[in-house]
C-alpha cells in the first residue's frame, strides 16, 4: 500500500518570504516516482514536477526547489521569495513504476499575502 | 499541443438527472483517467484506461457511474441516475507510459457537478 501525507493543512506566509511544504510518502517499492501538482483557485491542476527514486539530487526552477531524501521519505517543496500568485492548494503524489495509480496527499493550502 | 479537454466546465442538474462528463485526452496519450474532488475525500481515482480498454474500475462508487472510451480522442463519465452526494469536481487526466515507467499526468481543467 503507499501513502502520501501532508501534514501541513494551512499555511500563510507574508510576500517574499521562504516557505516549506512538507511531504512524506510511504511506499515498499523500489521504483517509484514523486510529483507535486499546483491547483489555483481557478480550480485546474497544474504539473510541477517529476521525480523517480533513483535521483536524489535537489533540483530548482525559478523560485521553486525540490528536496527529495530517501532516508526519509520526504520529497518537500520550498517557494523562495513568495509572491500572491503562489497562493494556491498544493499536492504532493506517488506513483510505483508497475503501476498507473496516482496517490495523493491531502493536500496544503498556502496563502500569500501582500 | 492542446492539452486534456473536459467539457463541460460547470454542470448543475437535478436529483435523479443523467449527468454525463466528457473527456479528450492529449494526443498520443495511451492512458486516460477518472478522479473525483471532494472536500471530504480529496482525490480519488475513479477509473482508468489503457488503449482504450477499461483497466481499473474499482474507484467507481457504485452502479450509478460508468465510463467508457469508444476512441483514442474521447471518453465519457456518466451518472445515472444522479443524487446530491455526487456534487463534486471531476477531473480527466492522461499519460503516456515509456520505456516501461510511470509517465506524468497531465490533468484537465475539470467540471465542477453540481446536483441539487
Known amino acids: 500500500a503507499q501513502k502520501v501525507t501532508q501534514a501541513q493543512t494551512e499555511i500563510s506566509v507574508v510576500e517574499k518570504e521562504d516557505v516549506t511544504l512538507d511531504c512524506v510518502y510511504e511506499?515498499?517499492?523500489?521504483?517509484?516516482?514523486l510529483f507535486w501538482y499546483k491547483q489555483p483557485p481557478s480550480g485546474e491542476l497544474v504539473f510541477l514536477i517529476r521525480?523517480?527514486?533513483?535521483?536524489?539530487q535537489n533540483e530548482i526552477s525559478g523560485r521553486y526547489s525540490w528536496n527529495f531524501q530517501k532516508s526519509t521519505s520526504s520529497f518537500n517543496f520550498t517557494i523562495t521569495a513568495s509572491q500572491v500568485v503562489d497562493s494556491a492548494v498544493y499536492f504532493c503524489?506517488?506513483?510505483?513504476?508497475?503501476?498507473?495509480?496516482?496517490?495523493f496527499g491531502g493536500g496544503t493550502r498556502l496563502m500569500v499575502k501582500p | 499541443d492542446a492539452g486534456v479537454i473536459q467539457s463541460p466546465r460547470h454542470e448543475v442538474t437535478e436529483m435523479g438527472q443523467e449527468v454525463t462528463l466528457r473527456c479528450k485526452p492529449i494526443?498520443?496519450?495511451?492512458?486516460l483517467f477518472w478522479y473525483r474532488q471532494t472536500m471530504m475525500r480529496g482525490l480519488e481515482l475513479l477509473i482508468y484506461?489503457?488503449?482504450?480498454?477499461?483497466?481499473?474500475d474499482s474507484g467507481m462508487p457504485e452502479d450509478r457511474f460508468s465510463a467508457k472510451m469508444p476512441n483514442a480522442s474521447f471518453s465519457t463519465l456518466k451518472i445515472q441516475p444522479s443524487e446530491p452526494r455526487d456534487s463534486a469536481v471531476y477531473f480527466c487526466?492522461?499519460?503516456?507510459?515509456?520505456?516501461?515507467?510511470?509517465?506524468?499526468?497531465?490533468f484537465g481543467p475539470g467540471t465542477r457537478l453540481t446536483v441539487l
Open positions: 487526466a492522461s499519460s503516456r507510459r515509456t520505456s516501461g515507467s510511470s509517465d506524468t499526468q497531465y
Open positions: 511506499t515498499r517499492d523500489t521504483t517509484y516516482y
Open positions: 521525480r523517480n527514486s533513483f535521483d536524489e
Open positions: 503524489a506517488l506513483i510505483n513504476n508497475a503501476g498507473n495509480m496516482l496517490t
Open positions: 494526443s498520443g496519450h495511451d492512458y
Open positions: 484506461f489503457n488503449n482504450n480498454v477499461p483497466i481499473d
